[in-house]
C-alpha cells in the first residue's frame, strides 16, 4: 500500500486550491489523484494488530497497522504505530511522510515538518517530502517564503506529477502574495 502518495491537505485538492482556514483540523482529504483506501473493518483492525504484536519486532506489520490507521482517519493511533515500525525501520522515507501528515492531522505541524525534513535528509529527492513540507509550511506555519521552496523542489523533482499543474498554480498564488 502506497501511502505516501496520500497527502492530507485540509480542503486542498478537493477545492483545487490550498488556501483554507487552518481551524479545520478533522475535514482532512487526500490527493484526489490517489486511490482511495476502503475503510479498514473492526476485523482487519483486529487482525493487524494480532500480527503487531505477536511480531514485535517485524517492521512491515507495524507499517501495515498504521497505514490502516491513517486510512481511517486515527491519527494519534497511526503516529504510534509508525513508531513502532520506524524504531525497527527508522530510514523508511515513506513511513516518515506518513507519520508527518498523521501529526499534521492531529495540528502537530512542528512535528510533521520534523518527520518530513527526516525523510528528506535520507533522500533529498523524495517528491512526497517536498509537497507535504510546502503545504504545512506554507498554510498551516504561515511561513511562504519556505514552502515557496518547497513546492519548487517538488516540482524540480517530480514535474509530471499528477498535481503538478495544481502546484504550479499555488506558487504562483504564494508568489503573488494571494
Request: aromatic share 8%.
Amino acid at each position: 500500500m502506497k501511502r505516501t502518495i496520500m497527502v492530507m491537505v485540509v480542503c486542498a485538492f478537493a477545492l483545487g486550491t490550498f488556501g483554507c482556514k487552518q481551524e479545520q483540523k478533522q475535514p482532512q482529504v487526500s490527493y484526489t489523484g490517489a486511490p482511495q483506501a476502503a475503510m479498514p473493518t473492526t476485523m482487519q483492525f483486529d487482525q493487524l494488530q494480532q500480527a503487531a504484536k505477536a511480531s514485535p519486532k517485524n517492521a512491515q506489520a507495524w507499517i501495515d497497522l498504521g497505514n490502516a490507521y491513517m486510512d481511517a482517519q486515527r491519527f494519534e493511533e497511526a503516529v504510534d504505530a509508525y513508531g513502532k515500525g520506524l524504531a525497527l525501520d527508522p530510514k523508511n522515507v515513506n513511513v516518515l511522510v506518513d507519520q508527518g501528515t498523521c501529526y499534521r492531522g492531529i495540528g502537530k505541524f512542528d512535528k510533521a515538518v520534523e518527520q518530513y525534513r527526516k525523510a528528506l535528509k535520507i533522500d533529498p529527492n523524495f517528491p512526497n517530502g517536498h509537497r507535504n513540507l510546502a503545504v504545512v509550511l506554507a498554510y498551516d506555519l504561515h511561513k511562504r517564503d519556505e514552502g515557496l521552496k518547497e513546492f519548487r523542489k517538488y516540482i524540480e523533482v517530480a514535474p509530471n506529477a499528477p498535481d503538478a499543474e495544481r502546484v504550479k498554480q499555488a506558487i504562483q498564488e504564494l508568489s503573488s502574495g494571494k
